[in-house]
């Protein structure tokens, strides 16, 4: 049987409830202000739901949530993170991994992860710990969080070691499993080295990728740049993973200069056996010129 996974990203779930003064210190004032000038108009909330009304057709086993729910991590946007994860469906349906907007101050991404904790519940029972461990069907789904609180005009992520030596433990015995079940890596930032502008990177990005090379994955999810990427990492053996990044769920047609591989999309996967290995292939679903939805075409998986 195949088996679906839809790819959703950065959907900057809005509008912002009531901003009192003295939430806006540090970070917070410099994000507000950006999210007043223009943030808020870049980020189309019925786009959002149109975009999501789509994906609930296509059948998908399971969604992969790649980060920034929020935008200034207040405490007002948990509660909105929670409804619009549970419009996408319920936990045992939905994973999300955190963004560096869900980090935004201290004390933010904590707040985020008690309000949202089904979302990110291991098979253990366990849930708002990283890495964690989901399996659905074939799938071995692999939950990371980069998000960490930064300077303004700073969107960098961090892993550390830590939580890269628990994903590779993790990957590794994951691969020794009778029928070994297809891992999928989900993480905010894009993981690679050059993967994103200096001030916006992962900071362990060489880490990460020399930890994949060792243990192994079959595909790696992420967002954060606001467009639709497709990158390759080296993996065990000579071989190499496929690193695919989703645009925003909810950018405005006529954002980014209207540019294709920035409106708002999802990515659709179809995973099957075949022998030994699976095949799988990727397709993107989301805003064409006029604005509507529609089959926008395959991703390069290699």
């Not at 992969?64 to 419009?87: H, K, V």
């Not at 074939?138 to 980069?146: D, E, H, N, T």
């Not at 990005?205 to 606001?226: C, D, K, Q, V, Y």
Request: proline share 8%; hydrophobic share 40%; aromatic share 6%.
């Amino acid at each position: 049987m195949t088996f679906r996974l839809a790819h959703l990203s950065d959907p900057h779930v809005g509008p912002l409830g009531r901003v009192r003064l003295h939430q806006l210190i540090g970070k917070r004032a410099t994000g507000y202000a950006n999210w007043r000038r223009g943030r808020s108009r870049s980020h189309d909330m019925t786009v959002l739901e149109t975009l999501v009304a789509d994906l609930k057709q296509q059948g998908a086993a399971h969604v992969a949530c790649t980060g920034d729910l929020c935008n200034i991590g207040l405490p007002s946007e948990w509660e909105t993170a929670r409804t619009f994860l549970e419009a996408l469906g319920p936990p045992e349906t939905v994973s999300f991994v955190p963004g560096n907007h869900d980090a935004y101050v201290r004390g933010s991404l904590e707040g985020l992860l008690t309000a949202c904790s089904g979302y990110t519940g291991d098979d253990s029972g366990s849930s708002g710990r990283f890495p964690y461990l989901r399996r659905r069907g074939p799938v071995a789904l692999i939950g990371l969080s980069s998000a960490i609180p930064t300077k303004p005009f700073v969107a960098t992520g961090r892993l550390g070691p830590p939580q890269l030596a628990a994903a590779e433990a993790l990957l590794r015995a994951l691969a020794t499993e009778p029928g070994k079940p297809f891992r999928v890596v989900m993480i905010h930032h894009p993981p690679q080295p050059g993967g994103a502008a200096a001030g916006r990177e992962l900071k362990d990005a060489a880490a990460f990728t020399a930890m994949i090379a060792r243990a192994g994955a079959e595909l790696i999810l992420h967002g954060h740049n606001h467009t639709t990427t497709s990158a390759l990492v080296p993996g065990p053996a000579g071989g190499f993973v496929p690193v695919i990044g989703a645009p925003s769920a909810s950018a405005r047609p006529d954002g980014h200069g209207g540019l294709a591989p920035r409106r708002a999309s999802y990515l659709l996967y179809e995973i099957a056996r075949n022998g030994a290995g699976y095949a799988v292939s990727a397709r993107r679903r989301g805003l064409d010129a006029a604005g509507a939805v529609c089959d926008l075409g395959p991703i390069a998986l290699d």
